[in-house]
């Protein structure tokens, strides 16, 4: 963990450092944006569409250009519910640190599409019975490494640009999670992937 935050903190320094380089053709900013999330596979029944939210900075690199370079480096609130009653597992909340690295194509109307990969570093996760408020177990087993692909559609304003994307899971995060008096029963060499929605704005 502490590896990944040095490796953070220097890509955020050499990407600010290449924007003040040329301010006339890149741009660093913020972005903020909702989720929708789910957990798809096969270990975990019955799953459901979970709410969250993302924020975090962003830079494009050569932004008069049609074809350039998208970088984001944000915290990543998502996870899953479940329909499993009143005494089943109701939700798994994740909260990720993700570092995407995307090539940008800009099309005639300046709108933007951008894709290409993300490397996740899991920070925390709890699992949830029922509509008790407090988690039941924290710090699950699943692997903390994910490796997903993302796509971006930029549709650009005034004073903010409008992000609509997906990011869709590659690797399988179970780590032979087997959970006691959990109900239902985990398959621990079933699968587990993350997918997500995004709507967010970046300044």
Same mark, same amino acid.
Not at 38 to 54: D, R
């Given at each position: 963990?502490?590896?990944? +935050?040095?490796?953070?903190?220097? =890509?955020?320094?050499?990407?600010?450092?290449?924007?003040?380089?040329?301010? =006339?053709?890149?741009?660093?900013?913020?972005?903020?944006?909702?989720?929708?999330?789910?957990?798809?596979?096969?270990?975990?029944?019955?799953?459901? #569409?979970?709410?969250?939210?993302?924020?975090?900075? $962003?830079?494009?690199?050569?932004?008069?250009?049609?074809?350039?370079?998208?970088?984001?480096?944000?915290?990543?609130?998502?996870? =899953?519910?479940?329909?499993?009653?009143?005494?089943?597992?109701?939700?798994?909340? +994740?909260?990720?640190?993700?570092?995407?690295?995307?090539?940008?194509?800009?099309?005639?109307?300046?709108?933007?599409?951008?894709?290409?990969?993300? !490397?996740?570093?899991?920070? +925390?996760?709890?699992? $949830? %019975?029922?509509?008790?408020?407090?988690?039941?177990?924290?710090?699950?087993?699943?692997?903390?490494?994910? $490796?997903?692909?993302?796509?971006?559609?930029? #549709?650009?304003?005034?004073? %903010?640009?409008?992000?609509?994307?997906?990011?869709?899971? +590659?690797?399988?995060?179970?780590?032979?999670?087997?959970?006691?008096?959990?109900?239902?029963?985990?398959?621990?060499?079933?699968?587990?992937?993350?997918?997500? !929605?995004?709507?967010?704005?970046?300044?």
């Amino acid at each position: 963990m502490r590896l990944f +935050l040095v490796i953070i903190t220097i =890509s955020i320094i050499q990407l600010g450092s290449f924007a003040q380089s040329d301010l =006339s053709n890149s741009k660093l900013g913020i972005k903020t944006s909702f989720n929708l999330s789910s957990i798809t596979g096969s270990a975990l029944m019955n799953p459901k #569409v979970k709410f969250g939210y993302t924020a975090g900075s $962003y830079f494009i690199s050569n932004t008069k250009k049609k074809t350039s370079v998208y970088a984001e480096i944000i915290g990543n609130f998502k996870g =899953s519910n479940f329909n499993n009653g009143d005494t089943g597992y109701s939700k798994i909340a +994740l909260f990720y640190v993700d570092a995407s690295l995307l090539p940008l194509f800009r099309l005639q109307n300046d709108h933007a599409i951008c894709i290409g990969p993300t !490397v996740s570093y899991l920070g +925390l996760s709890s699992l $949830y %019975v029922g509509e008790k408020k407090k988690s039941e177990i924290d710090k699950l087993n699943i692997k903390p490494w994910e $490796y997903s692909i993302a796509l971006y559609y930029h #549709v650009p304003k005034s004073i %903010v640009t409008f992000q609509f994307g997906t990011k869709v899971g +590659l690797r399988n995060l179970n780590n032979n999670l087997s959970l006691d008096d959990i109900y239902p029963n985990i398959n621990p060499n079933g699968t587990i992937r993350n997918i997500s !929605v995004e709507i967010g704005m970046i300044f």
